[in-house]
C-alpha cells in the first residue's frame, strides 16, 4: 500500500526519528506515569509539561478494524479496500495507534490478537512510519 509521507515538525521529530532507527517511542508524563500518543504539548490527565518521549516495546493488540472502500485520499483509491485497525499499545492499552496491518486479507482483521510493530518507508521522502502485523 502507498503510505503518504509524513514531513516531521520540530515537535515531532523524536517520533519520527525514531522511527528512521526502527525504534517505537512515545510520550510519558513523569508526573502522573502515563503515555500518550498522538503528541502533545502537556498531558491530558494532569497537565504536566514536562514530558519525555520513551521507547516501548512495539507490542499490543488488535482493538477493532474497519474496511475502506472509498478513500478521499486520491494517492490511497487504487489499494482499495483495505484495513485500518486500531492498535492498543502493551504497556498503555489506553493508546492507541493506527495501521493498515500489512499482509491481512480484507474482512480477515483477528480482532484481539496480538500485533509487533514494522516499520515502512513511504515512498515520497524516505521517512519511515509504524505498521502492524499479526504474530503468532
Known sequence: ??????????????FYDACNEERLVIQHC??????????????PRCGASNLTWQQVSGRGRIQSRVVVYDSPVSALIPDQP?????????EEPDVIMLSHLPGV?????????????????TPATGQKVPEWRVVG
Open 30 to 43: 513523569p508526573a502522573c506515569n502515563r503515555f500518550q500518543f498522538p503528541p502533545r504539548t502537556m498531558c
Open 82 to 90: 483495505f484495513n485500518v485497525a486500531t492498535i492498543a499499545l502493551e
Open 1 to 14: 500500500m502507498r503510505k503518504q509521507s509524513p514531513v516531521p515538525t520540530e515537535f515531532d521529530q523524536p
Open 105 to 121: 486479507p480484507v474482512d480477515a482483521v483477528p480482532i484481539g490478537a496480538t500485533v509487533e510493530v514494522i516499520f515502512e518507508t
